[in-house]
């Protein structure tokens, strides 16, 4: 079996045809092999079952509302990404440890990392009938440099200089500058290959392992096994329904009642109780954080201190047991979880120490003044309680702190990233660049802290032409290491998603892209009646 | 006299639409003056500046508000609701169905709580203070003062987490025999009924008291006339008109208000629509629902008069 650090390093030649094969997902045969994967979670389901096909699933997601779209270019809802990985498939597929895979591409080359060279699966064929070809991925991506379009990853089109056709299953993509984890921007769930012309989304047409039935926004949508699926053994249940349940006391009670058989977005509260009723819970360790954003170019924050202090005004002990009640990890003010295989684990811990953020405040005579308000909302998980913990203990140092809650509706467009303190939510990027890339680099779209740093642009620029593995780690140890110190975002934790499913339901494992297997989990899942486990009772590590 | 009645339902339905008229103009400027747009709420924390600016554009929002509201009005006058902004299917097809769904639970629950609640509101009028009329006060009260949440989700917790009896989604998909119809909406039915039924009970009560103690039934008591013919023949034809308005306000209700029912049991209606298109800023869709509850409303409340001058015009000729 090809060992997928090895082909890492190669570097030039990410992706190999064939690979798909040894893949855990694609059989009985690769499942003993997940044990081994980088991160070592602990597999859910029986050690050893084999995935059998047939059966129907109601899964219910949280967001569901009439922005629903089968448009892949505008999905930015969980339940919509759900949908997106039933009905599409990418060039590219990342896998429980964020590793691209090939899956539409059977391979993806470059000598430079600046021009790729895309060769397609022959004879995949989309939902209507019609066959795979390069017009149709020329299409899918370039329709997300419009504009007008509202495209999610408008910002990553906009990367690729040229994207052309090279015969009927060759794409050649030329970026503005030479990037090595572009592999990963093309696993994005909004970069999903549609069919060539495509501008209504009524019904999804795309080559993924259901065919579209149903689709109604903000209701329900009811997929079928597509029999022509280009995977064999790539999907098992016949058919699966996904609603949305936004009301999070509806959700668990479907659940409970057996209404429906997975939920997503486990409230930690009632964990314990739906492991009583013999109810699964799964525990994925992903990447998605709540954090403070302490602007930089404005307000108290243009002085390092006083975003020093506020890191270390940060309880993270009480906030992982009082706010997720343990389900969370402990975060180091650096946007990789621990799990991630290019986190930075030499990194010292910011540890919450009263004395030496007072000592600070007080020598640039912060202390009893009126500083902005902390800007908070439960749109950011967890960010309401965040903030009123912060301002009890600085209280108790004699910081003034005012906490400022907004409404849901509306945050992100209207507050996030307005003020100089605010709190904001992130979710797991495909990859360590793209994390950089996207809300650290010093144009960065969502550069939240406003954080200019040019020598983290220099670094980000060398890692992204680095071809040896160890050399890129080392770069990006360094690049968390200035964002550690220097940038205004504190990150105190990372937030385990909770998932709840019947044990009925099988194959569901943990993944760092998300929840429910990083909104990809109806190509995993198997429905096993006979299954009858006395204890539902799933770890992370 | 019956040309008179005429004029007084003319000018009624003419007072109708120019509050029609006045709801309609209200709500497009009230929903304009929200902070944020359907462009930066499809777009979300991708709502870079550039971004928002060529989506608003695409969805011609960059149009004066005013130009907007006629062209609106514009394709309302010819039948045309619009289009979603958000989903771009015609508001019509979205509405419709929502509507549907909406009216098969408003109907049902009017099926099931009208009649009961007269007939406990007219008991409670005919044995008043009697044992039976004090248990039904101090029920009806209990019933109008409990937040129908709490009613929905303990309803939900004892029949469907509990017992196992009943479905904990009212889902419409589900539906495909009587028995699954009666599950489906057993819970959502009740939760309503109890909320509209305790009032209506109350105010039945309240006016059945008010015409028994009149001189004239105490007139057919003397003589002699049956209890059953006094109700049915001499009080009922009288409290029809103060009934109709209370039933008038309560139906309404059932149509517009119902959104945190619609929410517990994941029932697909139109407040919940109406609900989201608020939240995701799709004006046209705001509109065409603020001008469903509002007609539904004012058509309640025009028959609920209507009713009121007949029987009014009935009395006068006896």
Same mark, same amino acid.
């Given at each position: ?186 696993? &994005? ?53 996904? #609603? ?29 109780? #739906? ?207 200035? #964002? ?58 | ?103 098969? &639970? ?213």
């Amino acid at each position: 079996m090809l060992n997928r650090r090895n082909m890492m390093k190669q570097g030039t030649r990410l992706l190999v045809t064939g690979f798909c094969a040894a893949q855990p997902w694609s059989g009985a045969a690769g499942a003993a092999g997940n044990n081994t994967d980088g991160a070592g979670f602990a597999r859910t389901g029986l050690q050893g079952a084999q995935p059998r096909t047939g059966g129907h699933v109601r899964a219910a997601s949280t967001s569901g509302s009439l922005s629903d779209t089968l448009d892949p270019a505008r999905q930015s809802m969980a339940t919509d990404y759900m949908r997106g990985n039933m009905f599409y498939d990418g060039l590219v597929a990342l896998d429980e440890t964020l590793t691209p895979h090939p899956a539409l591409a059977t391979s993806i080359d470059s000598a430079d990392f600046k021009t790729w060279r895309i060769q397609l699966r022959s004879g995949v064929c989309f939902h209507d009938g019609a066959t795979l070809t390069s017009a149709d991925v020329v299409y899918s991506i370039l329709r997300h440099k419009a504009p007008e379009l509202g495209s999610q990853v408008h910002y990553q089109a906009m990367a690729m200089r040229i994207v052309k056709t090279d015969g009927p299953l060759g794409v050649v993509i030329e970026l503005d500058a030479p990037n090595i984890a572009f592999p990963s921007v093309l696993g &994005l769930t909004n970069f999903a290959i549609i069919r060539e012309g495509t501008t209504q989304f009524h019904k999804a047409n795309g080559t993924g392992p259901f065919t579209c039935a149903v689709f109604q926004p903000g209701i329900r949508s009811v997929a079928l096994r597509n029999p022509n699926f280009w995977k064999s053994g790539g999907v098992w249940v016949d058919s699966l329904e996904l #609603i949305s349940i936004s009301d999070d006391m509806a959700r668990h009670n479907a659940l409970l009642s057996g209404d429906v058989d997975i939920i997503a977005a486990v409230d930690p509260r009632l964990v314990a109780l #739906i492991r009583q009723h013999n109810i699964a819970v799964l525990e994925s360790p992903t990447g998605t954080y709540t954090n403070l954003a302490i602007r930089q170019d404005v307000g108290p924050g243009q002085n390092p201190d006083f975003v020093q202090a506020m890191k270390l005004l940060f309880n993270r002990e009480q906030m992982r047991s009082s706010i997720y009640l343990g389900f969370c990890r402990t975060g180091n003010d650096q946007p990789l979880p621990p799990e991630h295989r290019d986190c930075n684990t030499t990194l010292p811990q910011t540890r919450f120490d009263p004395d030496k953020a007072r000592f600070l405040l007080k020598k640039n005579g912060f202390l009893n003044q009126n500083l902005p308000p902390l800007v908070c909302s439960p749109a950011a998980n967890g960010s309401v309680e965040m903030a009123v913990l912060l301002q009890n203990t600085a209280q108790n140092i004699g910081l003034k702190l005012d906490v400022r809650r907004m409404p849901a509706d509306g945050y992100w467009s209207q507050s996030w990233m307005h003020f100089p303190m605010g709190f904001g939510n992130v979710n797991p990027r495909a990859s360590a660049d793209m994390t950089f890339a996207l809300s650290f680099a010093s144009t960065a779209p969502w550069n939240e802290s406003h954080w200019c740093n040019p020598q983290f642009d220099q670094l980000l620029a060398l890692s992204r032409q680095e071809p040896d593995a160890i050399k890129r780690h080392a770069l990006y140890n360094d690049m968390q290491a200035m #964002i550690h110190t220097g940038s205004g975002v504190c990150i105190p934790s990372f937030i385990t998603s909770l998932d709840g499913f019947h044990p009925r339901i099988q194959g569901l494992r943990p993944h760092q892209g998300g929840q429910l297997m990083g909104y990809n989990f109806a190509r995993h899942i198997w429905v096993d009646e006979q299954s009858s486990r006395s204890t539902a009772e799933e770890t992370a590590p | 006299m019956s040309a008179k009645l005429g004029i007084a339902i003319a000018r009624r339905l003419g007072a109708s639409c120019v509050s029609l008229v006045f709801v309609v103009v209200a709500v497009f400027f009230i929903t304009s003056a929200l902070p944020g747009d359907v462009a930066q709420s499809l777009l979300g924390q991708a709502a870079t500046p550039d971004a928002v600016t060529a989506l608003r554009h695409n969805l011609r929002l960059d149009e004066p508000v005013l130009l907007r509201f006629a062209n609106w009005a514009d394709g309302l006058l010819h039948g045309d609701f619009g289009m979603s902004l958000v989903s771009h299917q015609s508001v019509m097809s979205m509405v419709h169905e929502r509507l549907l769904h909406s009216l098969v &639970l408003a109907g049902i629950t009017t099926l099931f709580a009208v009649p009961t609640a007269l007939l406990l509101g007219t008991f409670s009028a005919i044995f008043r203070n009697t044992v039976f009329d004090r248990c039904m006060s101090v029920l009806t009260l209990c019933v109008v003062s409990v937040p129908e949440f709490l009613v929905a989700t303990l309803a939900v917790l004892v029949f469907a987490v509990q017992l196992h009896l009943l479905p904990a989604l009212a889902s419409i998909s589900d539906i495909h025999s009587i028995g699954s119809f009666l599950a489906a909406f057993s819970m959502p039915v009740t939760t309503l009924g109890c909320v509209i039924m305790g009032q209506m009970a109350r105010m039945t009560r309240a006016v059945m008291v008010n015409v028994l103690s009149s001189s004239w039934v105490e007139m057919a008591v003397l003589k002699g006339v049956s209890p059953t013919a006094i109700i049915l023949r001499h009080v009922l034809p009288n409290v029809v008109a103060p009934l109709f308005n209370v039933m008038a306000l309560s139906l309404s209700y059932l149509l517009g208000g119902v959104v945190i029912v619609e929410s517990v049991f994941h029932y697909p209606g139109i407040a919940s629509l109406m609900v989201d298109s608020v939240a995701s800023r799709d004006i046209p869709l705001v509109q065409s629902c603020a001008l469903i509850f509002c007609a539904a409303y004012l058509l309640l409340t025009t028959l609920a008069d209507v009713v009121s001058l007949f029987s009014a015009q009935e009395r006068s000729r006896a």
